[in-house]
């Protein structure tokens, strides 16, 4: 290992997707949502978010993207899920039509 492995920020993913609360809630009313993480590879991510998901009482979730964040966010309502993010946890923002 590298000593200047210690100084380098963890890796936060980011995942968009759509989650339902109940088996009968309709297609159209499924919720986005964008999980902020962190985790050693995709496979990981993936998991860590259905989890999480799962956790929170949604019974079914469809992830749609994965991708790596460029540092930190400049939008404001990233800001928090971002630190927690960092701090290990699995921060899920979620949007309503």
Do not use: C
């Amino acid at each position: 290992m590298n000593d200047n492995d210690e100084d380098m920020e963890p890796v936060v993913y980011i995942v968009i997707g759509r989650v339902w609360q109940d088996e009968s809630t309709n297609p159209d009313d499924a919720l986005t949502i964008h999980a902020l993480l962190t985790a050693p590879d995709d496979d990981d991510a993936v998991r860590k978010t259905l989890e999480a998901l799962s956790a929170q009482g949604f019974v079914e979730a469809e992830l749609d993207q994965i991708g790596i964040m460029d540092g930190e966010p400049d939008d404001p309502l990233y800001e928090g899920a971002y630190q927690d993010a960092l701090s290990g946890n699995v921060a899920i923002v979620t949007f309503s039509d």
